[in-house]
């Protein structure tokens, strides 16, 4: 399995600021995926990011305000923008396949105040 | 009814028992299905994936019914390390996860 570091680990930050979260992979994968875990939840897929095209956002989630890049095949950014408090949350990055075999990073905690 | 749904326990079991969780899906036409453990704090892990024909590594056990449509994962001599929440995943063309079932294994 690939081993997948995100930065930053943890953040807090005050609402309407924006948030920028990486995800780096230790080889080249064709799918990455971006998800929320809101306290006592479960995952939540917020978008599929391929390279060399838009990512795919799920029902719910918006480009605006989850931009997210993907320049080459082991790197993907995922924007938090205009924070609310509603958007504390750990998000984490993913690669796999689309058929439900995942590999997760270690996760972003983020706190908006 | 919700599209995976799982008993969120928690599920306080002795060490050296059994534990048996199931998960229910709502789509019949889900196609793959998988276990996944969390530890506090911590990401989800891959722990098993869950075949028609069901699937065996060591102490865990995963089955599908899809007449009934749910999966189960057992769990035999059950060791403290094994205290964690574990997650359904299934796949009826996008990936669903479940809440997550909580276990605690008592000393």
């Known amino acids: 399995s690939a081993v997948i570091s995100q930065k930053p680990s943890r953040d807090i930050c005050q609402r309407g600021t924006s948030l920028t979260i990486q995800c780096q992979v230790d080889?080249?994968?064709?799918?990455m995926f971006w998800y929320r875990q809101q306290p006592g939840q479960s995952l939540t897929l917020i978008a599929t990011?391929?390279?060399?095209?838009?990512?795919?956002?799920e029902s719910g989630f918006v480009i605006d305000k989850f931009p997210i890049s993907r320049p080459n095949l082991t790197f993907s950014t995922l924007t938090v923008s205009n924070m609310s408090p509603e958007d504390s949350s750990i998000y984490l990055c993913?690669?796999?396949?689309?058929?439900?075999?995942?590999?997760f990073g270690p996760g972003t905690r983020l706190t908006v105040t | 009814r919700k599209e995976v749904e799982q008993d969120p326990g928690p599920f306080n079991v002795p060490e050296g028992a059994t534990v048996a969780f199931n998960c229910t899906y709502s789509?019949?036409?889900?196609?793959?299905f998988f276990w996944y453990r969390q530890d506090c704090r911590k990401e989800p892990k891959l722990l098993m994936s869950?075949?028609?024909s069901g699937n065996e590594d060591g102490r865990f056990t995963a089955q599908l019914n899809r007449a009934s449509q749910y999966i189960s994962l057992l769990i035999r001599d059950s060791k403290l390390s094994d205290s964690a929440t574990y997650l359904c995943?299934?796949?009826?063309?996008?990936?669903?996860f479940g809440k997550g079932t909580r276990l605690h294994i008592l000393p």
């Open positions: 993913s690669v796999g396949t689309g058929e439900g075999e995942q590999y």
């Open positions: 080889s080249q994968v064709t799918m």
């Open positions: 990011a391929n390279q060399g095209s838009e990512a795919t956002y």
């Open positions: 789509n019949s036409a889900s196609q793959s």
């Open positions: 869950v075949y028609s």
């Open positions: 995943v299934v796949t009826p063309g996008k990936i669903i």
